[in-house]
């Protein structure tokens, strides 16, 4: 009889990688979940989800089938042409494949094809047990998991993440008997290695949270990683602020523990004179620990460390984590203090010792193409230019700093401190942090005007040497981050609404390059910048289709490139749209195929047809009403308006025949498409909405 059962795998290992764990947990469960579908076996999945601990990889479903369906088998034998001989007895092709399927040859059935009628073996048989085969099922969900280093133990073949040390796999009540990977399947789990270092036995997998906890194991991660931000934030309210909990790190702490415990932390204030970025990158980054704010949204000498552990003595274990970020605190005090006696023009003054590239020459080369860019592009927004110059003369010198070459994350933001002691203005200051915006994916840009003309300048120059350099990217190879950088540039142009034509300023950065590729122009790198944006537009609900139909049309920049795609994006949903794009579609190729040249102008008098002269009128009216909208860029409106054309568009294709036999009017009907096609696509080529 076939019954539905909770099922449990468990997978329990050493230490697993932490930055990889969520990944792996979600690979087994998938794998698991597909390899019980492809065998056709039931499953109920209801709320189930991946369960892991640093420890541990874990399938807990609430029910699954205890065998497969019946499994239909057909096997398709030899055409009747070849099985049968001329006196309608069986050919040896025929008796080999009734032997072969186990059966007597007046047991097979006959069906057809387009080839015509031929012998088939039709064939069922009782599923198998589940139990049977989920040793398989497991294995192969555990050969396709993502394993970034996978490691051999002992003297075996085999490999995995970490060494393993017990498998659970129970269905219903029952143990599965599963071996792979050195250990053989029982209903032993383990507790905290700590707190709880002995066996914990399931009777059935309902039991496995709960008993799971009881031994000091919260085996699921969004319980533990709740626990861990309640636990932090409390801990951060208790010293009078608030906690500063990056996601990254809170879901790499949720890898490292299983029973997570606060331990709220200090250190002296003399720290606090040097940059916080260094202290908070040294708590975060290096010790995974949580940086509290104090209420006016500064760091504090506070910090909250997670223990795997509810230790009897805290106190030690706070002693241990504040003994810990001590030393690179020192160091940080110490190079920020060194900085400040070196100066700022000093570290620029080194930057021409240090190579940017061998072809591009110099960081100070740079710096110099980086200066002229800013101060011509922020007389161009509105900007000061000799700030932007002063910004971009700055902007390289901290690479030259003791603090990042200890904290390379901090360039920019240590340039920032450093201007700021030496009294140069704030705008300037601001700007040498800003530039590096967006530093990462989901950033937002450089926020003042004079941070987004460096943020732009140094990435026209990183682009235009890189691809004069021949540094072009080429699959996964982009050591110069040049995506990125077309991203960050088009993001900036874009977001901060700088009506700039991208071709022009690319054009100006790489006539300064001191090397010229021969077969790059600012052509190739303008269309590498914008195909940055195909992603980008995705991920806001772009469809490829909307992104090409403003890709073929003239833009004067990228904020109107955005605007022609928001409205192009209104236009799609219209019920017109469709048949709009598709006449669009149909014009453009009836005038590519056009033979002779399509004349600029439409005679009247050469109308034949009632509807040729209703559809011209009716385009006469849309570029009236829609001329001065394109000059204020209002192209919600234009399209709007021109959708108004389909019913005299319907009309035309219905009662005329465009390949006229007369010259004149084949010509005349040629233009009048030529005037339509041309409105029509005025703010998009809508012809690429059409399928």
Excluded at 230 to 246: F, L, M, T
Excluded at 247 to 260: A, F, S, Y
Excluded at 616 to 628: F, G, H, K, L, R
Aim: glycine share 8%; hydrophobic share 45%.
């Amino acid at each position: 009889m076939n019954t539905m059962q909770p099922l449990l795998i468990e997978l329990g290992t050493e230490e697993l990688p932490v930055k990889a764990l969520p990944g792996l947990a979600r690979a087994f469960f998938g794998g698991v979940i597909e390899g019980l579908a492809k065998r056709g076996i039931a499953f109920e999945r209801d709320e189930a989800k991946p369960l892991y601990t640093p420890r541990r990889l874990a399938v807990l479903l609430p029910g699954v089938a205890s065998e497969q369906p019946e499994q239909s088998a057909e096997v398709m034998g030899p055409y009747l042409n070849i099985a049968l001989d001329g006196e309608g007895q069986p050919t040896r092709a025929l008796q080999g494949f009734a032997a072969k399927a186990g059966v007597e040859w007046t047991a097979l059935e006959k069906t057809t094809d387009n080839k015509g009628e031929r012998f088939v073996h039709r064939s069922v048989k009782p599923g198998a047990r589940t139990a049977d085969l989920l040793g398989d099922i497991v294995r192969d969900a555990l050969a396709a998991m993502p394993i970034p280093k996978p490691m051999r133990w002992g003297d075996h073949d085999y490999s995995f993440a970490r060494p393993v040390h017990w498998l659970v796999a129970l269905l219903g009540s029952e143990v599965v008997e599963i071996e792979l990977l050195g250990v053989r399947s029982d209903r032993m789990s383990r507790g905290h290695r700590f707190m709880h270092d002995k066996p914990v036995w399931f009777t059935a997998p309902d039991d496995y949270v709960e008993s799971l906890r009881a031994a000091k194991v919260l085996v699921d991660a969004d319980e533990r990683r709740e626990r861990i931000v309640q636990q932090v934030r409390a801990a951060a309210s208790a010293c009078g602020g608030e906690a500063r909990i990056d996601p990254g790190i809170l879901e790499e702490v949720n890898g490292l523990v299983e029973w997570p415990s606060a331990v709220t932390c200090g250190f002296e204030t003399e720290f606090l004179a040097i940059p916080a970025e260094a202290l908070i990158a040294t708590m975060e980054t290096n010790q995974k620990f949580f940086p509290v704010l104090g209420e006016d949204g500064k760091l504090s000498e506070h910090f909250v460390g997670i223990a795997n552990i509810e230790s009897t003595d805290v106190e030690q274990v706070r002693k241990g984590y504040e003994r810990v970020i001590r030393p690179r605190f020192s160091d940080a005090k110490f190079f920020f203090v060194e900085d400040m006696k070196q100066g700022l023009a000093s570290m620029v003054e080194g930057l021409a010792q240090v190579t940017y590239q061998n072809k591009l020459g110099s960081m100070a080369d740079k710096v110099a193409r980086v200066a002229a860019l800013a101060e011509a592009i922020a007389g161009q927004i509105g900007a000061d230019p000799v700030q932007a110059r002063r910004a971009a003369e700055l902007s390289k010198a901290d690479l030259q700093s003791l603090m990042v070459g200890e904290f390379p994350e901090l360039q920019g933001i240590a340039g920032r401190y450093y201007a700021a002691v030496e009294n140069e203005p704030e705008a300037v200051a601001n700007a040498i942090d800003e530039a590096y915006l967006p530093r990462v994916s989901g950033d937002a840009i450089a926020p003042s005007p004079l941070g987004q003309v460096l943020a732009i300048a140094e990435r026209l120059d990183t682009l235009a040497g890189g691809f004069a350099a021949g540094l072009k990217p080429t699959g996964n190879k982009d050591p110069f981050a040049l995506r990125r950088n077309a991203l960050g540039l088009a993001r900036t142009l874009l977001e901060g609404g700088h009506e700039l034509l991208l071709h022009d300023l690319v054009e100006r950065a790489l006539a300064a390059q001191p090397v010229q590729h021969p077969d790059i122009g600012a052509f190739d790198i303008t269309a590498f910048v914008y195909d940055r944006l195909r992603g980008y537009y995705a991920d806001r609900g772009v469809s490829p289709q909307q992104f090409e139909a403003v890709s073929h049309v003239a833009h004067d920049s990228l904020p109107d490139f955005g605007r022609r795609l928001a409205a192009i994006g209104e236009f799609a949903t219209l019920p017109e749209a469709a048949a709009l794009a598709a006449a669009n579609k149909r014009s453009r190729n009836i005038l590519r195929k056009a033979d002779g040249v399509v004349p600029d102008t439409v005679d009247a008098a050469l109308f034949a047809e009632p509807a040729e002269r209703e559809l011209a009128d009716a385009i006469d009216a849309a570029i009236a009403d829609t001329d001065p909208l394109l000059d204020a860029g209002d192209y919600v409106a234009v399209l709007g308006r021109l959708a108004r054309l389909r019913p005299q568009v319907d009309a035309f294709f219905e009662q005329v025949m465009v390949n006229a036999d007369d010259p004149a009017v084949r010509s005349n009907r040629l233009a009048l498409l030529r005037r339509l096609s041309d409105r029509l696509g005025s703010v998009a080529a809508i012809e690429h909405l059409s399928v």
